[in-house]
């Protein structure tokens, strides 16, 4: 049996009372809108409070984790201040449930189950790090697990949903599940159990170039921790790629990062309106790749996502799919998010 601190236990009970499933406690949000309007100031909390009901609502709903709103949540929620927010201890708490029940089939057949191994390894791998320091046990067995199906080349049947971008190539599989292996702490990617996976992980990148800057850009941001991804001159050239994408008005839109198709056969516009998700995302990996925070193109990224967050705390961001629920909106709120506290 697991002992806790007085107070941690305190807070783990008023968290189970405070349970992320309470529809009162964590009300479903509005659906993501571009007619939402601008919040009339900037506020973190507010965002911490979207994010926790958007959570919520979707593991109450579906009762799974999901590319586009329950693993950035994981990743961003803590950067607001508060490591012991209730959802969030519910949310942590989720995941390490499902992983103990994997193997007494607790996990879905196919893509789904290898989906869910390697995102939910890579992203507890990243809160351990953020967190705690430690690879918890359960977070070592996910990566364990993650190895153990993966494939020849070096990928991962990943969700091919035709959700771009996260949801949409074996590509992007293997990027997360690198960036994961690269932020666990205790020096797991140094370590017996991942050197093989690795082996065929570093092969695959090499044979497989990214066909759009957006993995490009994950790429770029495994490389900060994971060697053997990129040379220096191929990191130098990316961070000037993502920089020549920003827009006049500072802040960078989702269609210019892949030449995706939408579910209709039409085109995305790459000269659209800025968005949440693609300002949020190359902010956190240009800084997270040596890019000062007082760099005046990063400068004036900060500022398109101060002054361009809605009223109820998240930041749009339209689907490069459909016009449908516009779920990437939670994704970019979460890098956002992760790229003001950056910046800081």
């Known amino acids: 049996m697991r002992r806790y601190p007085w107070s941690l236990a305190l807070l783990l009970l008023i968290a189970a009372a405070t349970s992320a499933a309470d529809p009162e406690k964590y009300p479903t949000p509005s659906p993501n809108s571009a007619d939402e309007p601008l919040a009339k100031a900037f506020s973190l909390e507010n965002a911490g409070t979207f994010l926790d009901n958007a959570v919520s609502a979707w593991t109450r709903d579906q ?139 570093r092969k695959y990148f090499a044979a497989n170039p990214p066909l759009w800057i957006h993995h490009k850009a994950w790429l770029l941001f495994a490389s900060q921790r994971l060697d053997g991804l990129m040379s220096a001159e191929e990191q130098k050239k990316t961070i000037q790629e993502l920089l020549a994408l920003q827009r006049e008005d500072g802040g960078w839109n989702l269609p210019s990062l892949g030449d995706w198709k939408r579910l209709d056969d039409t085109a995305n516009d790459p000269k659209g309106p800025s968005d949440g998700y693609a300002t949020g995302l190359v902010i956190y990996i240009l800084r997270q790749s040596g890019v000062p925070k007082d760099d005046k193109q990063i400068q004036r990224g900060v500022k398109w996502l101060k002054t361009n967050q809605r009223e109820s705390g998240r930041w749009f961001t339209r689907s490069v799919s459909a016009d449908r629920d516009h779920w990437i909106t939670n994704a970019g709120t979460a890098f956002a998010v992760l790229a003001i506290k950056a910046c800081e």
């Open 63 to 201: 009762n799974c984790a999901s590319c586009h709103t329950s693993y950035p949540y994981l990743m961003a929620r803590p950067a607001i201040g508060n490591a012991k927010a209730p959802a969030l201890l519910e949310m942590r708490s989720f995941f390490e449930k499902r992983i103990a029940k994997w193997d007494s089939g607790g996990l879905p057949e196919g893509s789904e189950g290898t989906t869910e191994i390697v995102a939910s390894a890579a992203t507890l791998a990243f809160h351990d790090a953020q967190s705690t320091g430690k690879l918890h046990l359960l977070t070592r067995k996910a990566l364990d697990k993650m190895w153990t199906v993966q494939k020849e080349d070096g990928a991962w049947d990943w969700n091919k949903h035709e959700l771009p971008p996260l949801e949409y190539d074996e590509y992007y599989g293997a990027v997360y599940a690198a960036m994961g292996v690269g932020f666990a702490p205790e020096g797991y990617a140094k370590g017996e159990s991942a050197k093989a996976g690795l082996a065929r992980l």
